[in-house]
């Protein structure tokens, strides 16, 4: 019970986004005499507060559909006597349905709504009272305070040249993206590139715990270029990387020399 208590905090918390859950046990009159009543009383607990539209069980070997206080109940039947149970899932509809001697029947079909993630925003800055989440990497970057190049009111971030970390500035402090189970992160930001040569880039970089990795390069001359404003999102899914307790954002140049600018700005980092 507390691997499903956690599992449905950690997955599904309070978005009361559908829930299916199988075991095999039934829910009826005869099935709760295998259960001990404190353990089915736990069990609702457990479950009450969420959005559960179906359990399915085995066990009983009788294709059908009931209801345990509220909850719709699903016996799957046994091949053993011939009888195979058919579900389908999508978005917004469950169908059930049993395949026996008679052949094919039809036992339930019911429609539901699953609600979008909700991002959370873990860090915006917009750097008009300092590097705010961030930290300075070193000498070739520096907070621009004068307005031309900065996307919103006066202030950016300028990193220039190609002096490796020295060229880049980061988030300070790690930000636990593994624990609330977070599947994707977005990197929503603004920049300006002044006097980048053909060629020369910037990247946007992810700390997975372990290592720093490229997840985002933009080109002058490919991707954009000098004196015009621009805005992107860059999507990092937990599929793809890993998701640690300590995750950080890095922006770093790689250009040729300190004439070589970019300006990034108003930068928001948010999970879902």
């Known amino acids: 019970i507390d691997f499903l208590i956690s599992d449905l905090?950690?997955?599904?918390?309070?978005?009361?986004?559908?829930?299916?859950?199988?075991?095999?046990?039934?829910?009826?009159?005869?099935?709760?005499?295998?259960?001990?009543?404190?353990?089915?009383?736990?069990?609702?607990?457990?479950?009450?507060?969420?959005?559960?539209?179906?359990?399915?069980?085995?066990?009983?070997?009788?294709?059908?559909?009931?209801?345990?206080?509220?909850?719709?109940?699903?016996?799957?039947?046994?091949?053993?006597?011939?009888?195979?149970?058919?579900?389908?899932?999508?978005?917004?509809?469950?169908?059930?349905?049993?395949?026996?001697?008679?052949?094919?029947?039809?036992?339930?079909?019911?429609?539901?709504?699953?609600?979008?993630?909700?991002?959370?925003v873990l860090t915006y800055d917009n750097f008009e009272s300092g590097f705010g989440n961030y930290t300075d990497g070193g000498g070739d970057c520096s907070r621009y305070i004068y307005g031309t190049y900065a996307y919103k009111d006066s202030c950016a971030i300028n990193i220039q040249d190609n002096s490796g970390v020295g060229s880049s500035f980061y988030h300070t402090s790690g930000i636990d993206v593994n624990t609330p189970g977070y599947e994707q992160i977005k990197v929503e930001f603004s920049y300006y590139g002044v006097g980048m040569n053909t060629g020369h880039d910037f990247w946007v970089e992810y700390y997975d715990g372990n290592d720093w990795n490229t997840v985002a390069t933009y080109v002058c001359g490919t991707d954009f270029n000098n004196g015009s404003f621009y805005t992107d999102t860059v999507t990092i899914d937990s599929g793809t990387y890993d998701f640690p307790i300590d995750m950080k954002i890095r922006f770093q140049c790689s250009a040729g020399n300190n004439l070589d600018d970019v300006y990034i700005d108003d930068i928001t980092v948010s999970a879902e």
């Open 9 to 120: 905090a950690a997955n599904v918390g309070v978005s009361d986004n559908p829930v299916v859950i199988y075991h095999h046990f039934g829910m009826d009159d005869r099935a709760l005499t295998w259960w001990e009543p404190e353990d089915a009383n736990t069990y609702y607990e457990a479950i009450e507060s969420y959005n559960v539209i179906a359990i399915f069980h085995g066990h009983s070997h009788d294709a059908n559909v009931y209801q345990w206080n509220g909850i719709d109940v699903y016996d799957v039947g046994t091949a053993t006597q011939n009888e195979w149970a058919v579900v389908n899932i999508t978005d917004d509809e469950l169908m059930f349905g049993s395949l026996n001697q008679n052949g094919w029947q039809l036992l339930d079909i019911k429609s539901y709504s699953v609600n979008p993630p909700t991002a959370v």
